[in-house]
């Protein structure tokens, strides 16, 4: 499948997730979920069987709260039965509301508590680069979690150490719960604070699946960082750019709403 449609089903599993179980987050979800099907689609050396090969990449999405995505990337990528995807969120399920690893192939860190997977994914290529493990690291962020200082401390000790392994991508949607991030805690000029951690910096639009793919390929001898310039609630009209749509959870109306509109999108596919 390719990472097009990869995407578009995905979205459609998202919105019927959250409608069906109550859940909030869709917007970040429909945000990063392109981002998401580059990724496991087609640019990380990762597959549904090499769940546990010591020689993967490393796939790290730190925006738990986009679960509802990640785990239908996953579904449609072959990682687990897309029927795991009708409990989601429900008593019992190991699908939690924040990104869950125990018991879900593909999952490689349970997060929630934003910036703890920057510095666990720059601690992993550390060690891959003492052990001479020749993989790559990626860690998916929220651009509202940037205000967590643990991620400048990640930041710092991934350019000291020359970690080429890392590659970061910012899911720059310029929205979170309470606000526009530049409204909550100002984060401009964003690119060049990364350049003056020491850091490799690309700037791109986060749901153009070709830019993202080239982007994503590129290999330095210095960490990485992508800004992909998303938008919350990509792909459903009336949840475009709304900051309500961080918590509000889609009715059955909102949903036949929504999968009207994904469902006859016939965009070809880019990449």
């Avoid at 020689?55 to 925006?63: G, H, T």
């Avoid at 995505?69 to 699908?95: I, M, N, Q, T």
């Avoid at 940037?146 to 720059?172: F, K, P, Q, Y």
């Avoid at 919350?232 to 009715?251: A, I, Q």
Wanted: glycine share 10%.
């Amino acid at each position: 499948m390719q990472s097009i449609e990869l995407a578009r089903r995905a979205r459609i599993s998202a919105l019927t997730m959250c409608s069906t179980s109550g859940a909030s987050h869709i917007g970040a979800a429909l945000s990063v979920i392109d981002i998401l099907a580059v990724l496991y689609g087609h640019v990380a050396d990762v597959a549904p069987h090499r769940t546990d090969d010591p020689a993967r990449d490393i796939v790290l999405v730190s925006k738990g709260h986009s679960a509802s995505g990640v785990y239908a990337v996953l579904a449609h990528a072959g990682y687990f039965p897309l029927e795991w995807l009708d409990d989601y969120y429900l008593d019992g399920s190991h699908l939690g509301g924040h990104v869950t690893a125990h018991g879900n192939p593909g999952v490689e860190l349970s997060t929630g508590a934003l910036g703890h997977a920057l510095p666990f994914g720059v601690g992993r290529a550390l060690v891959d680069k003492l052990d001479g493990i020749d993989r790559r690291v990626f860690v998916v962020l929220s651009d509202g979690e940037c205000a967590e200082g643990s991620n400048w401390e990640a930041a710092l000790m991934a350019a000291h150490h020359c970690l080429g392994n890392v590659t970061v991508i910012i899911d720059r949607n310029r929205l979170q719960i309470l606000g526009r991030t530049e409204d909550v805690l100002g984060l401009e000029p964003f690119a060049d604070k990364w350049r003056a951690f020491g850091w490799e910096v690309d700037e791109i639009d986060g749901h153009d699946h070709v830019q993202l793919t080239e982007a994503l390929r590129v290999r330095s001898n210095r960490p990485r960082v992508i800004v992909a310039n998303t938008t919350k609630g990509k792909g459903v009209d009336f949840m475009e750019d709304k900051v309500e749509w961080h918590t509000l959870v889609p009715t059955a109306d909102h949903l036949a709403l929504a999968l009207a509109q994904l469902q006859t999108n016939t965009t070809e596919v880019q990449a």
